[in-house]
């Protein structure tokens, strides 16, 4: 109804009211006519006015000579009258119009008709049965009054109480014959017959019927005859129990001064934008109540604040908001009653000065009422009156006048403009889902654009993301304020966060699955202040929504801090609801777009593996399977002793001896081995290794052969389970399976296929040593497990994947300090931390185990090292890169590097292994020694004689420095040099 008030009084003045005529310039009156189009078209009717010029409708060569059709002008020129289109949207507004002010039955009656003949095609006649107050029977006032037939279709309209239309005449015996004479016999006539009830749904009964002959009828007649017929009920009912039009009260002796003004302001209310509207009902008031300046104050119903959005013809821009619970305008809002300025305090007084821009002399605030909830919809402030010192209550009733007729327009008017926002919103939304979708092949940077898109639509300060990982029941964030997470390692993974996912806001919200917003955060009782404290951050208030797909939550967004209000709405929360669907379906397509992009590489990993290296030829795999299995000291007198140097073994006997000792250990026997299947199982290993200078297959064969030391030299089965021992073994000759020479941090920033598929989990490199080990235990004849109940085949390949994990260096860091706390508070078998710690402390320890040798082959083993580190420092310089010192042969001191290293990665993982095991004390001792010559070597270096050798691969070569350091060592031994000094 508000809405009908509104195109009701605007009507009145943009569109005709009688009966849809013009009148010519000579008083004459122009019918509307009729084109031969479609019925359902909104523009059917037009009116001939006068146009500028002949050819301005296509009559350039037609002769002028009808005077209905054209204007005498002044100059004598004719000039032709041009079509004007009248929509039937428009007829329909100017007879409700008219309904509005109807004040009688007979009128009533009149308006019906008169309604009918505007809104159907050619219409002949229309007859009007009315419900009658005295009698209660529906009959016609004409000059020969008819009460309702027993039978025919105006009976029957009447007992199914829906309309009937007849297209081809009516029945002989139809008594609505008499009053549509013209109409014939049905086949007979071309005249369509429309008999509508109208039927007051709140008696329950038909108050009406409209009889009506016309030339076409379709769906558009029957919308806007069914909205006809709801006001026609309307009015019947206002007549019915005695009650005066509210727009003909417009003419009673209390409005009547300011009738034609407020008519001509509801007259100027057409905006679709509430702002210009606002402008004309302040600028109404100002001039009415003499007023320097006003304003409205609207409540928002959904943050129960108030806001401003324009003062006097000025536009806000952001609109003010006051919070409507604190506030001086209390009274008015909750006592629905004006206010004065002294009605209110120093403090708004203020802030209503500076709103202005000058100060506020007097001031009236008349609270603006919706007459159908009797809900309070705005103020309505003026200030500063002219020529007086205050406000006097004639102004009161003009604030009350105005908006007793405009308050239908106004709210009609914010209720279309919250639509129209909603409408951009979701407009938005699927610019936001076009956006998210383009950047499925990052999930990083898909989180990236999903947290700048919600910070964006909700207007939040900051915002982050967590995914649930449900294995672990814990939250990951990897993104914080829209951006990756500062603080990347060298080898570029990115540091992430986790919280327990009951736990908190996001916990909570996690776990129920239910949004949550929080207007006063330091309130709630799962917010955790103490990151603000730290950080001197203020979280104001939080929204934090879940993210899901068909399965469940998979995430949480967290926003803080409303930028443009003092919390998140009832409409953010709709928002984020709506973006939480993207961001789901992206989050699933993204990593399902992942899992299949990951598939692809690997395949073509593993084909290049296998094209490359894994070539088993038949004689050797014969030697291996049908030699017999030699004993270790086969291989050497010290074979089992920590100073055996492994790499003085030829290639070939390297395969015999891994051979040795799988039997030596137990393992062939203990796990049901086949010895084809380790024989090939040992040969595709020895072929994944790849031809560079140190992470080779003599490397893999020295850890390996340092492993088995620690197992016949010290006490294993003491602290680990057979099953730990077995996968050590087997991980120390898989652990650089297919090493490129290069590190984590050169496959990132080279962007190579394997920083691709491994560098969003980090510890790149040693991800693809565990696949490359699971590629080979798969090719069929190979898997030295097959024999392994289900149970102990998962178990020994986690073990393997933690164990390879571990020698990344920066992995080993990151332990060392639960590892001296183990040490110190004293090895515990039954506690499974120390069992993980201790594996990986042995897994280091062999990966590093070049540095117990002798001096000559450390000295050798350290050459190959820098080969390997100077070809990767040539490959990033001529990417354009600039290499770590240690990787630049141009810049890298090698003595001190392997003083650095000794000192704070080597010594310390063997003075531990010693603390454990005080077998080892040879091993550490041998380290020390070896940090001790690398100083000599450093001191010879840095003699002006021999400094630029320092700065190169020569250093190795030179017998000066080798001899210098012999005699030093000497010296230094009290002439004993036994400590591994030749090897």
């Known amino acids: 109804m508000v809405l009908i008030l509104h195109h009701m009084l605007v ?204 030339s076409d009828y379709a769906s558009l007649h029957e919308s806007q005859l069914d909205l006809l017929r709801k006001h026609i009920a309307a009015c019947f009912r206002r007549l019915i129990h005695g009650r005066r039009s509210s727009y003909a009260g417009m003419a009673g002796v209390e409005d009547q001064e300011h009738a034609a003004d407020i008519l001509a302001l509801c007259a100027e209310l057409y905006d679709q934008d509430a702002r210009k509207l606002q402008i004309k009902l302040v600028g109404y008031l100002q001039r009415h109540t003499a007023a320097q300046s006003g304003f409205l104050m609207l409540i928002a119903e959904d943050t129960n604040q108030l806001f401003c959005q324009v003062v006097g013809d000025q536009l806000l821009d952001p609109d003010i908001r006051y919070p409507s619970h604190c506030n001086s305008f209390s009274a008015a809002l909750h006592e629905k009653k004006p206010i004065t300025l002294d009605d209110i305090s120093l403090t708004s007084r203020q802030d209503i000065a500076e709103m202005l821009g000058f100060d506020v002399q007097s001031m009236l605030c008349v609270p603006v009422i919706e007459p159908v909830e009797g809900k309070v919809i705005a103020l309505a402030c003026v200030v500063n009156k002219k020529g007086a010192t205050c406000f006097s209550a004639q102004d009161i009733k003009v604030v009350q006048t105005c908006f007793k007729y405009t308050t239908p327009v106004l709210t009609s008017t914010l209720a279309f403009q919250k639509e129209r926002m909603l409408k951009n919103q979701t407009q938005t939304l699927l610019h936001v889902a076009k956006n998210l979708f383009t950047h499925l092949e990052d999930v990083t940077l898909l989180l990236q654009e999903i947290m700048q898109e919600a910070r964006h639509l909700t207007q939040a300060e900051r915002c982050s993301l967590f995914l649930l990982e449900k294995e672990h029941n814990e939250l990951v964030a990897k993104v914080f304020d829209g951006d990756i997470a500062q603080g990347q390692t060298e080898e570029g993974d990115v540091p992430e966060v986790r919280i327990p996912a009951n736990q908190g806001i996001a916990g909570h919200v996690a776990t129920t699955g239910e949004l949550l917003n929080i207007r006063d955060a330091y309130s709630h009782p799962l917010f955790y202040r103490g990151i603000d404290d730290t950080t001197g951050f203020r979280t104001r208030n939080i929204l934090c929504f879940p993210i899901r797909d068909e399965k469940g939550v998979i995430g949480v967004a967290e926003l803080c801090n409303k930028l443009n209000g003092a919390f998140f709405t009832n409409f953010d929360e709709e928002i984020a609801t709506a973006f939480s669907v993207y961001c789901g379906l992206s989050i699933v397509h993204s990593l399902m777009y992942k899992k299949v992009w990951e598939a692809q590489h690997r395949s073509h990993l593993a084909n290049e593996l296998m094209m490359y290296h894994m070539k088993v030829t038949e004689p050797e795999y014969l030697k291996m399977c049908s030699c017999i299995i030699p004993p270790p000291e086969h291989f050497g007198e010290g074979f089992v002793k920590f100073r055996f140097l492994p790499r003085s073994i030829s290639t070939d006997d390297s395969l015999q001896a891994i051979l040795s000792m799988f039997d030596d250990m137990g393992f062939i026997q203990r796990w049901r081995i086949e010895r084809n299947t380790l024989a090939r199982f040992i040969i595709l290993v020895k072929k994944g290794y790849r031809e560079v200078p140190y992470h080779n297959w003599y490397h893999a064969f020295s850890v390996t052969h340092f492993c088995y030391l620690l197992y016949k030299n010290l006490p294993l089965h003491d602290y680990l389970s057979e099953m ?117 402390l042995l897994m280091t320890a062999c990966d590093l185990s070049d540095q117990t040798k002798s001096w000559s082959s450390t000295k050798k083993i350290a050459e190959q090292i820098y080969h390997e580190f100077f070809s990767q420092g040539d490959l990033e310089k001529a990417m354009g890169n600039k290499p770590l010192d240690m990787m630049d042969r141009e810049k890298a001191f090698i003595p001190e590097l392997q003083i650095n290293f000794l000192e704070h990665i080597a010594h310390p993982v063997y003075r531990l292994l010693y603390q454990l095991f005080p077998q080892c004390w040879e091993v550490e001792q041998q380290v020390m020694q070896h940090k001790r010559t690398w100083q000599y070597v450093g001191e010879i270096c840095t003699s002006k004689r021999h400094y630029l050798h320092g700065t190169s691969l020569d250093i190795f070569d030179d017998d000066e420095i080798d001899k210098i350091v012999m005699q030093k060592l000497a010296e230094s031994n009290g002439g004993n040099n036994s400590i591994g000094v030749e090897g």
């Open 724 to 840: 730990e021992i077995f996968a050590l073994f087997v991980a120390c000759m898989c652990h650089d399976l297919d090493h490129r020479g290069t590190n984590n941090s050169f496959q990132v920033s080279s962007k190579s296929i394997l920083a691709a598929l491994y560098s969003s989990e980090g510890s790149v490199m040693e991800r693809h040593h565990f696949a490359q080990a699971m590629c080979i235990i798969n090719i069929q004849g190979s898997d030295v497990f097959e024999n392994l109940s289900s149970k102990e085949y998962q178990q020994v390949l986690d073990l393997m994947r933690d164990i390879i994990l571990a020698t990344d260096l920066s992995h080993h860091l990151l332990i060392m300090d639960d590892l001296q706390t183990m040490v110190k508070d004293g090895y515990k078998k039954e506690n499974m931390k120390h069992r993980n710690l201790l594996i990986c």
């Open 11 to 214: 009507s009145a003045y943009l569109y005709f009211r009688d009966r849809a005529r013009f009148l010519s310039q000579d008083g004459s009156a122009i019918e509307p006519r009729r084109r031969p189009t479609d019925p359902n078209n909104e523009s059917d009717f037009y009116f001939e006015t006068p146009s500028t010029s002949a050819a301005a409708v296509g009559v350039k060569n037609q002769s002028i000579t009808d005077s209905t059709n054209i204007r005498k002008i002044s100059n004598g020129h004719a000039e032709p009258l041009r079509p004007v289109r009248i929509s039937r949207s428009s007829i329909a507004l100017s007879a409700v119009l008219q309904l509005a002010s109807v004040e009688s039955f007979s009128r009533l009656k009149n308006t019906i008709k008169e309604a009918i003949t505007a809104l159907l095609p050619d219409v002949d006649k229309v007859v009007i049965y009315l419900l009658s107050k005295e009698t209660g029977e529906l009959h016609t006032d004409d000059a020969e009054p008819h009460v309702l037939p027993d039978h025919g279709i105006v009976r029957q309209a009447v007992q199914c109480r829906r309309d009937h239309i007849s297209r081809n005449g009516l029945r002989a015996t139809d008594p609505a014959l008499e009053l549509l004479p013209h109409v014939g016999t049905s086949g007979g006539s071309r005249s369509i017959v429309v008999c509508s009830p109208v039927v007051d749904e709140a008696s329950n009964r038909v108050v009406a019927v409209i009889l009506a002959s016309c």
